[in-house]
């Protein structure tokens, strides 16, 4: 046999268990065939166990003091353990208990459609997706979005270098398909960057611009609400700044009272 054969063969019994398949080039005498069934079902189980006994211990360290008194759906919670039993990756793991904890405090916030699509995100997807909402502002409402593109990536490169996802994002569904447009005239519309707000106010010049926006869907919407990253020190005002003098649209930041 060789060398790659040897090397796919001992991934194969880390994934399913050792004698839990019998593989062309085996010394030893096979296990019987329902043996070998046995084998990587525990196998497999014993992981899957693992992995939920986990994500619920990291859930445990997640959930607000205040929450509804409404109990998660059983078939929500079905769907989530289904999926949720095959994450491994402790990053993943910490993501799915932020989900679970937040589904738990405010029952019905995620759908069972969102899980789906968080199933099949591989790492480097939720990695970028996740330092992608660091670049996010906020309507009122709370619904996140980005603005105008071409400004939002050159600031983005300030701060992080690799490719722009925000095309790859939309393709996966995370991102509306079409664009709004913010206008310099809506004065008294506030944003949100963080713990900042914004407000739109009289531009500069004589008469007000218009700046585009790109929403979040609402599996993106829901996904964002599980990220946890810090604001970039300097970047809403750069933009802001340059929104203002590009686009024509005056933001000013809100001075907010303490409560």
């Known amino acids: 046999m060789s060398e790659l054969w040897i ?45 939920i006994e986990r994500i619920l211990e990291l859930t445990a360290a997640e959930l607000p003091q205040y929450a ?7 078939d929500w919670l079905e769907t ?27 029952p019905g916030f ?14 480097w997807e939720l990695s970028g997706f996740s330092e992608y909402c660091a670049f996010v502002f906020a309507f009122e409402s709370g619904w996140r979005f980005l603005f105008d593109e071409s400004l939002t990536r050159q600031e983005m490169w300030s701060y992080v270098r690799g490719n722009d996802l925000t095309q790859h994002f939309i393709g996966i569904g995370l991102l509306s398909l079409e664009t709004g447009v913010l206008s310099g005239s809506s004065r008294g519309l506030r944003v949100n960057y963080f713990d900042r707000v914004y407000e739109v106010a009289k531009p ?18 829901q996904l964002a609400a599980a990220v946890r990253v810090k604001p970039f020190n300097g970047y809403a005002r750069n933009l802001i700044k340059r929104i203002g ?8 930041q809100v001075e907010l009272q303490p409560q």
């Open 7 to 51: 090397t796919l063969a001992e991934a194969t019994a880390s994934v399913l268990g050792e004698g839990a398949c019998q593989l062309p080039g085996d010394a030893a005498e096979a296990a019987a065939f329902e043996a070998r069934v046995a084998a990587r079902t525990a196998h497999r189980e014993a992981k899957r166990q693992r992995n």
């Open 110 to 123: 995620y759908s069972q459609r969102t899980l789906a699509c968080l199933s099949q995100m591989e790492a």
């Open 204 to 221: 500069a010049g004589e008469e007000p611009g218009s700046v585009s926006y790109r929403k979040f869907s609402v599996i993106g919407h």
């Open 245 to 252: 003098d590009e686009r024509g649209v005056a933001l000013a």
């Open 80 to 106: 989530f353990f289904r999926l949720a039993q095959d994450v491994g990756e402790p990053e993943a793991q910490e993501f799915w208990a932020r989900v679970l904890a937040k589904e738990t405090a405010a």
């Open 68 to 74: 509804s008194q409404e109990p998660v759906r059983a």
